[in-house]
């Protein structure tokens, strides 16, 4: 798997210090909102982030976990994303935090955060890890944001190209040889 990477964007240990100091910023802001606050981790991408960032926040929370298919294979950019597996919660009058591993074109983080603002949450607030810049409409912005990155595709700490490359434990780019 390694021997895929052509170089790495984002090491482990740049990623375990801001996913710390992420949890920091996050902490700060719900400070008085903590209690019943609903963590809502996008899958199959914010597995790994998500798992190691509500780690580091030190209050109470709920997890409710939802599925979204962007229908795209490997690389290619991809159509209407849809919602696979809904939140089993009612997240009514609650806070909620998604949780996602990139915000790219933004379709997909659009989807989501349309669907749940109509739920009437107490409040709704966007953490992603990765951000590409200036992709994403400016009405869709991110509350807390691990690194922008360049327009590159990359694998690992959860990202994957074709449902591979999420355990690698470096956020890299590829080979280019690889992309079908
Ligand atoms: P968006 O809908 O274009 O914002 O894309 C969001 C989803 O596309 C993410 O949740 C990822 O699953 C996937 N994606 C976008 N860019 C990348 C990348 O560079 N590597 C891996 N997956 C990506
Ligand atoms: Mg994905």
Known sequence: MQGDIDRVLISREQIAQRVRGLADEIAAVYADDAAGLVIVPILAGSLIFCADLIRCLPFKMRIALMTISSYRDKTTVGATPQVVHDLT?????????????ILDTGNTLGLVMRDLARRQP???????????????????????VGFDIEDVFVVGYGLDYDNHYRNAPDIGVLRPELYA
């Not at 919660?89 to 591993?101: E, F, K, M, W």
């Not at 107490?122 to 807390?144: E, I, N, Q, T």
Request: charged share 35%; with cysteine.
């Open 89 to 101: 919660a009612d997240i009514r009058g609650r806070h909620v935090l998604v949780v996602d591993d």
């Open 122 to 144: 107490a409040s709704l607030r966007m953490c992603v890890l990765l951000r590409k810049k200036g992709k994403a409409p400016p009405s869709l912005k991110a509350d807390f």
